[in-house]
């Protein structure tokens, strides 16, 4: 954000009540039995047009009138690259979701177990996510495959970029982004791969994560230096 800002750009970080590092220390006090709410497939992308709405109010005064927010750039990583392609206008399949929910050893792809969550909220909370002042995204390491699907992805009609990491055990390039990459119908789509890029520095991860992926025989942490 920072080196963002040094070029020039206004940049907004959002929080994201339901699936942010807040809930998650309460999940692990017991005050809410999922990592995350489900209701964040809808919330997440409407909490960035809010804001976008804010900014819209605030422009004439606090900024003078210079923000173009007609052209906004969004970026996001993990579920945040989910959010931000629902913006750009992928839009959900439901149905292709629920086939990929059931196919045999779906559970071995943690991505697919989050996704398959929103099989959980009604079919109408799913649908006019897309913000039409999204002008291009960045989505690094993007849970998305399954939840949108080829049908889904193919309706962004704005530039993507997605980016990867070589050594991801939550969204695995060869399962989230791969596919998901090669439906994109826009012109302008970018892939990047970041060697030895792990999701997050599991290393710095607690509780006991880092502990439990070492005591796994022939699985070893790559380095986050």
Known sequence: MRQL???GYVVAAPQHPGSDAIWLKEML???HKDIFDINDFSNRPKDISFVIDEL???NAGRFGGKLDLTR???AGHSFGGYTVLALAGATVDLAYLKEECERPFGGLDAALLLQCQALRLPPEQLTNLQDSRTAAVFAANPVNRS????TGLGTIKVPVVMASGSYDPATPP????AASFTWLN???KYWLIVQGQAHVNFTKIDPGIKDAI??????TLPSQG
Not at 174 to 177: D, M, S, T
Not at 214 to 219: A, F, L, P, Q
């Open 147 to 150: 939840i949108f699907g080829r």
């Open 72 to 74: 906004v750039a969004l």
């Open 56 to 58: 819209e109010r605030r």
């Open 186 to 188: 826009v012109p302008d």
């Open 5 to 7: 800002a040094s070029h």
């Open 174 to 177: 060869a399962l989230e982004q």
């Open 29 to 31: 006090r017991g005050l």
């Open 214 to 219: 070492e005591s796994m025989t022939d699985i």
